[in-house]
Structure formats: structure tokens, C-alpha cells
């Protein structure tokens, strides 16, 4: 008698994006914060702000002593000619200058402690509720004068379709290695719209990140949903020093414009995703990003990378 082996049911897609003609507005189906008041430094407002908008910002987490650790780190990648040749780097679509350089916390041992500091893991993971790993981590340059911009997205559209993220667990650090003026092209969001998912149109090519990460024409919201969310939410864009952070939520809709001021702006971007949120196949049928863009094998707590 022959034997029956039953296939391994597909994750089911709650956030389908990529596969109709026409985009969808629907209702998030995850919670935002995880944890309690009393699993770390956010007590109940600063927790429910988190709720409400999907983003923090603090001007002073880190000390100068740290800060110059971490410039220097900037500027010697930045002038290294073998980091431009690697796999981890993303050259501007018009020019040789670097984009961004990705899995930096692999890469560098100044990046690897900045994500394992206790500083971001206290709040990470209580608005997470429990420990994480890095899923992404990356350094933006945005240079003077020809630094170009990042359109409109929501990062969870990209990691749920290409990556396999099940769910909204998972949340993104930016610490300002310079500063962020109104003029040089800043992170720009969208308070509140992490509350809703917007699909995109346009099916997922093989490869796809070859050309996203350098310039992004698919994933992207349509002008009409885009141009609703900020009418009901309105448009921030968190400026400061050297130094500053913001953390926001993976599904809240972000961008920046081009910088033509002479003055640099360059962030690290730091990833973090609760260890019960893996990634499975990729809901777009597509082969995965290669794990420096996006982990699914190194599972290694935050915390542990020390």
C-alpha cells in the first residue's frame, strides 16, 4: 500500500501585496507593542505614543564617546575602495558614490556592538516582547549635493512579499551619524499609517533588489492611497544632531528626498525582529534576498553579538 506524505501547509498571507491590478487599503492585523510597562525603560504614555504613531525620537540616547567611535567607523568604510566592490554594497544609480552598505554589524566590530547596545535592546525588545535578532542592518549615505532620495514605502510591504516576514514584529533604528537638518534630505513619516497596509501593484521580478535597492519603482504605494494617508495622519520629519535616534514601526510609510545641500546626512539603520517572527518563503514565489540584506539563517540574539 502506498504511503500518503502530506504536504507542509503554506503560511497564509495576510498581507497580500504584489498580485492584483489595483491596490488595497486594508486594517492591520497585528498588535503594535508586545511587551508591559514593566519589561523595560518606556512606562504606559510613552508606550501608548508608540501605539498611537509608530515612531519614537531621541535627540540624546548616546554619549560623544560613542558617537566618535562610530563617525570614524563611517568615514573608514566610506574610503575603503574593497567595501565598494563587495556584495554588501549599493553604488547611486548615477554615479560611483556609495548608496549604502549592508550587514555592517557582520562586517565591522564598531557596528556589531552598536547593535548589541543596551541602550536600543532595552526598548527593542520591550516594545517587541522578547528577544530579537538583526535582521537588516545597513549604513545610508546620502552625500552632498547628489545624494539621492528614497520614495515612499513601507519597509514591511518588502520583507513580508521578498523576504517571508509572517508578521508586524519587527522594528527599525536610525541613529544620525550627522546631522539631520529640514534641508538635507531627512527621514520623512507618516505618523499612524503603520495602522494600515497598503498593497502594492506589479508583480515581483527574479532579482528584484538588484535594481530596488538602487533605485525603487515596485513596492512602492499608489499616489492615491499615499496622498489618503497623509491627509489623515500628516507628514513629520524628526530632525537633531549627531547622534539622534528614531525607531519606527515596520509598517509605518516613510521616504526621504534628495539631498542637493552640501551638507552630508548619513544614518546607520539598525533591524530588529522578535525570534518569533522568522521569515518562511518569500510570499511572492520568488527565490530570498541574499541573508546580507535580509537574515534567515543566523538567528543569533541581539544581545548575544558582543
Known amino acids: ?4 506524505i502530506e504536504a507542509t501547509p503554506r503560511t497564509v498571507d495576510r498581507y497580500p501585496s504584489r498580485v492584483d491590478a489595483q491596490p488595497h487599503v ?26 498611537d504613531t509608530g515612531l519614537l525620537h531621541f535627540d540624546a540616547l548616546f554619549g560623544a564617546q560613542d558617537l566618535a567611535q562610530w563617525t570614524d567607523e563611517l568615514d573608514r568604510l566610506r574610503h575603503d575602495e574593497s567595501v565598494k566592490s563587495s556584495p554588501q554594497a549599493i553604488i547611486e544609480p548615477d554615479s560611483r558614490d556609495l548608496r549604502s552598505i549592508f550587514a555592517v554589524h557582520q562586517t565591522s566590530d564598531v557596528m556589531r556592538r552598536l547593535a548589541a547596545h543596551p541602550k ?10 522578547g528577544p530579537v535578532y538583526v535582521h537588516q542592518s545597513r549604513i545610508n549615505y546620502k552625500g552632498g549635493f547628489r545624494g539621492k532620495e528614497f520614495y515612499w514605502h513601507s519597509d514591511f510591504e518588502t520583507w513580508h512579499v521578498e523576504d517571508g516576514l509572517p ?47 538602487r533605485r525603487q519603482e515596485l513596492g512602492v504605494p499608489d499616489d492615491d492611497s499615499l496622498a489618503k494617508l497623509v491627509q489623515d495622519f500628516g507628514l513629520i520629519a524628526p530632525t537633531g544632531p549627531a547622534g539622534a535616534v528614531t525607531m519606527f514601526e515596520c509598517n509605518v510609510m516613510h521616504g526621504s528626498n534628495s539631498n542637493i545641500t552640501p551638507m552630508p546626512r548619513s544614518n546607520i539603520f539598525i533591524v530588529y525582529n522578535s525570534l518569533e517572527n522568522k521569515p518562511v518563503d518569500p510570499f511572492c514565489g520568488q527565490a530570498p534576498r541574499p541573508n546580507h540584506i535580509a537574515e534567515r539563517e543566523d538567528f543569533t540574539p541581539a544581545r548575544a553579538l558582543v
Do not use: W
Not at 500500500?1 to 500518503?4: D, E, I, L, V, Y
Not at 536600543?120 to 516582547?129: A, C, F, K, T, Y
Open 120 to 129: 536600543l535592546l532595552d526598548i527593542v525588545e520591550q516594545i517587541l516582547g
Open 167 to 213: 508578521a508586524m514584529r519587527t522594528l527599525s533604528c536610525s541613529i544620525s551619524l550627522t546631522e539631520n537638518t529640514p534641508y538635507n534630505g531627512p527621514l520623512m513619516l507618516i505618523p499612524g499609517s503603520h495602522h494600515r497596509f497598503v498593497s502594492c501593484v506589479g508583480q515581483t521580478p527574479a532579482d528584484h533588489y538588484k535594481a530596488s535597492l
Open 26 to 51: 486594508s486594517a492591520r492585523a497585528d498588535p503594535v507593542v508586545y511587551g508591559r510597562p514593566d519589561q523595560g525603560p518606556l512606562d504606559q504614555s510613552v508606550l501608548t505614543q508608540y501605539e
Open 1 to 4: 500500500m502506498q504511503q500518503t
